[in-house]
């Protein structure tokens, strides 16, 4: 029930003038009417097929994103030091023992440029399996095996040569320090781990 503005007289609902006076009655503002959000467009109304295909992939995202990247650094960084000889004087923290060890053993020098050069192939693949990883590439854990494989490889290598090149005047366990040891260990484990780990995706890189 309403009441006319201008006489007071009750009026009925749905009124348009005072029966009273004929004042005309103010009708109530219509609600604006709400427009519907904009349609969104396919892309976002379509659902995205999990690309992991239900895969946890935390381990993938750590390789990919980090530890790649990081290793390749450090093979970057001891490739350079080995073909110039400085990790000699880095790992027994003394200038210039690198020019003693090449004089008395001069055949050691071409041993470590070829690890060197070995240790960068191994770098630029850590680079690539990285790339081709968050690409989903089917190479992508074809290459981390091959960093792997490659970095072990590299490390018997030089063992071979420390042995042959120094005419046998280092032992076998000289030359099998605990740094040594570790990384053959290091880089075993992380191949078989990575092969395992990715044997089970193979579906997913499949790009």
């Known amino acids: 029930m309403k009441f006319c503005a201008n006489c007071g007289s009750m009026i009925e609902e749905n009124v348009k003038f005072c029966p009273n006076c004929g004042t005309a009655v103010a009708q109530p503002a219509e609600q604006p009417v709400q427009s519907r959000p904009v349609q969104q467009t396919a892309y976002q109304q379509a659902i995205e097929p999990d690309k992991y295909q239900g895969?946890?992939?935390k381990w993938y995202k750590f390789l990919a994103y980090f530890l790649l990247w990081f290793g390749a650094f450090i093979n970057?960084?001891?490739g350079f030091l080995i073909i110039t000889g400085k990790?000699?004087?880095?790992s027994a923290s003394r200038e210039g023992l690198s020019e003693a060890v090449y004089r008395q053993f001069p055949a050691l020098k071409?041993?470590?440029i070829v690890c060197g050069i070995l240790i960068l192939v191994v770098a630029v693949?850590?680079?690539l399996a990285a790339v081709n990883l968050l690409r989903l590439k089917a190479i992508g854990p074809k290459l981390v095996?091959?960093?792997y494989a490659g970095g072990l490889f590299v490390t018997v290598l030089n063992i071979i040569f420390s042995l042959t090149m120094t005419?046998?005047?280092l032992s076998f366990g000289s030359i099998l320090s605990p740094s040594v040891i570790g990384s053959i260990a290091?880089?075993?484990l992380m191949l078989v781990i990575n092969w395992i780990y990715f044997k089970k995706r193979e579906s997913v890189f499949v790009n």
């Open 55 to 57: 895969f946890p992939m």
């Open 76 to 78: 970057i960084v001891n």
């Open 87 to 90: 990790h000699y004087d880095i």
């Open 110 to 112: 071409a041993g470590d």
């Open 125 to 127: 693949l850590g680079i």
């Open 145 to 147: 095996i091959a960093v």
């Open 167 to 169: 005419k046998g005047m």
């Open 186 to 188: 290091g880089a075993t």
